[in-house]
């Protein structure tokens, strides 16, 4: 399994995993009255994901061949599913009448290592980091959003569960792909058929 199932293990099994391990103990806090919340750090890059399939090991290994820049490819991939995972589970604890809530942040155009690296296998590499670097916000600014979910009080306008947060701390509309049921439940589904498989 190569670069795109990297991406994933990062930015979202990862996640997954942490946040299913920790339920368990974030439901018990929250019924004892304690301010419980999961922040999951989307991007505003899901809506520009072009390949939609997350059923099976071979699509989350797509190469992305033919994208001019692949890891950008493989990140708005990786984002868009990690936003169809937050609403499903925002979803599904709504269901089972959970006190936590769930919370979804974009933090903005950030001009992160990350972003450094993928500008640096195009062509002319400093002219593109100069060119970001007039448009995005240094690093420190990327966990502004995040910060305010976790610490605004539950009676802010703003703040409520499953709600999607963007700069300047603001709820937002998500993309209609990752608001969709169908593809949400194929990335849940594959997902935990996979746990099941590597026994975690």
């Known amino acids: 399994m190569a670069h795109t199932l990297a991406v994933f293990r990062f930015s979202y099994l990862g996640p997954y995993v942490f946040t299913k391990t920790l339920l368990p103990l974030l439901e018990s806090t929250a019924k004892t009255g304690e301010d419980v919340r999961i922040v999951n750090v989307g991007s505003s890059g899901h809506k520009d994901a072009t390949y ?25 991939y990786s984002k868009l599913a990690f936003h169809l995972w937050t609403n499903n589970l925002a979803k599904r604890l709504t269901a089972e009448n959970s006190k936590v809530m769930v919370l979804l942040v974009h933090p903005g155009g950030i001009l992160s290592d990350g972003s450094v690296r993928s500008l640096k296998t195009l062509p002319f590499p400093k002219f593109w980091i100069w060119f970001a670097g007039t448009m995005m916000h240094p690093q420190e600014q ?58 975690v």
């Open 52 to 76: 939609l399939d997350y059923g099976s090991k071979e699509a989350w290994n797509h190469k992305f061949r033919f994208s001019l820049v692949p890891t950008v490819s493989r990140y708005v």
């Open 142 to 199: 990327g966990a502004f959003t995040s910060v305010f979910a976790a610490c605004a009080p539950r009676d802010n306008e703003e703040i409520s569960h499953g709600v999607y947060i963007c700069p300047p701390n603001v709820a937002s509309s998500q993309d209609p792909k990752a608001m969709d049921e169908g593809r949400q439940k194929q990335l849940y589904e594959f997902t935990e058929a996979l746990l099941r498989q590597l026994e």
